[in-house]
């Protein structure tokens, strides 16, 4: 298959010439910058936020490359992965034209970005096994399917996507295949970077809301081919990521092995909290999990959940999803957390 990425492009987004500021016109090294009318006496904050942020992050980014391997040029940056999955949207689907495929139960945002742009969602169920059904894929694949959507850790079941089954996508599908790595950090299974020189059509998203722990900051990453992070640089807004974001960012950065520790914690409490509700009379299955939660099926699990939250415990009730009912969705908390969920539970009283 011959993959070129104009073909898909939306001919106003092709056209359209973007947005320059003040700072993408200038390169190099200045003292006195006159250029993009900013208070010039200071700020009440701290040094710096009276000057607009840098509007491709490149300081981030080259911290980012350091840590993933990827070159700056095949780096978005987006106010939360969700800016990034908006955008897509916009470039690429051709609002009461085009379609996207989704395979729920999954990240609820892909279609509610669908619904916002106007664009058609085609859905296909997982399997049972929570795994990608190719040959209704297939089926519904058209010359207007633009986008297909596939979150790997899965949310909310917790497992990630066979890995075989997302190049069997990439290899036959003539639009972009968006692979959501928001929980990569606590999978087993590896990420799909290294594909990135092979496949033009690949599009990873990636956070640093969850293992990093900055979701308040609303860092995410887009890792694409070049001539497809230039277009999500010519659509998104001038200066969507602050100042402050980008320094607390690359100061959480410097701290892999923080991030390290806490991921392996989380790995370890994943385990043990599986075993312990797993014994739990009313618990019926603890599915497995590449993530930071786990996805538990139990009797009456709307019950359990009001039950919880009356004690000041909040999990996700998912029991209204297909493939998940009576299905709870719990995080991984601390020890101290995790212990004072499974007390909890233990003295519940169906």
Request: aromatic share 8%; glycine share 4%; charged share 20%.
């Amino acid at each position: 298959m011959s993959f070129d990425i104009n073909d898909i492009v939306r001919p106003n987004i092709r056209k359209m010439t973007p947005y320059s500021s003040a700072r993408h016109e200038f390169s190099g090294e200045a003292s006195i910058f006159l250029d993009a009318n900013e208070n010039a006496f200071g700020s009440p904050l701290a040094a710096n936020v009276n000057r607009y942020p840098d509007p491709l992050q490149l300081a981030l980014k080259e911290k980012i490359s350091s840590i993933k391997g990827v070159p700056p040029g095949n780096i978005f940056i987006g106010n939360g992965s969700d800016e990034a999955i908006d955008l897509l949207f916009r470039i690429f689907c051709e609002p009461g034209k085009d379609n996207v495929i989704l395979y729920p139960p999954t990240y609820g945002m892909y279609e509610v970005c669908a619904e916002l742009n106007n664009v058609e969602v085609r859905k296909i169920p997982l399997l049972d096994n929570f795994q990608l059904n190719l040959d209704s894929t297939a089926a519904l694949i058209d010359d207007n399917t633009r986008l297909i959507f596939v979150c790997s850790p899965n949310n909310p079941t917790g497992n990630s996507i066979d890995k075989t089954d997302i190049e069997t996508l990439l290899n036959n599908f003539n639009g972009l295949v968006v692979v959501d790595e928001a929980y990569i950090n606590y999978a087993r299974q590896k990420t799909m970077i290294p594909e990135l020189t092979e496949y033009p059509n690949l599009v990873i998203l990636q956070t640093l809301s969850k293992a990093w722990g900055l979701a308040g900051l609303r860092i995410g990453m887009a890792f694409a081919g070049e001539p497809l992070i230039a277009l999500l640089n010519k659509v998104k807004y001038p200066y969507n990521i602050s100042t402050a974001t980008q320094q607390l960012a690359i100061e959480a950065l410097n701290n892999i092995s923080s991030v390290n520790n806490w991921t392996k914690s989380a790995v370890e409490q994943r385990e043990w909290m599986a075993e312990q509700l797993c014994q739990l009379p009313f618990t019926q299955k603890v599915y497995p999990s590449d993530a930071n939660f786990l996805l538990v099926k139990m009797e009456n699990a709307r019950k359990i959940y009001e039950y919880l939250a009356g004690k000041g415990i909040i999990v996700r009730d998912r029991s209204k999803v297909i493939l998940c009912e009576d299905c709870l969705r719990i995080t991984i908390g601390t020890a101290d957390e995790n212990k004072q969920l499974l007390a909890a539970l233990k003295i519940y009283e169906a």
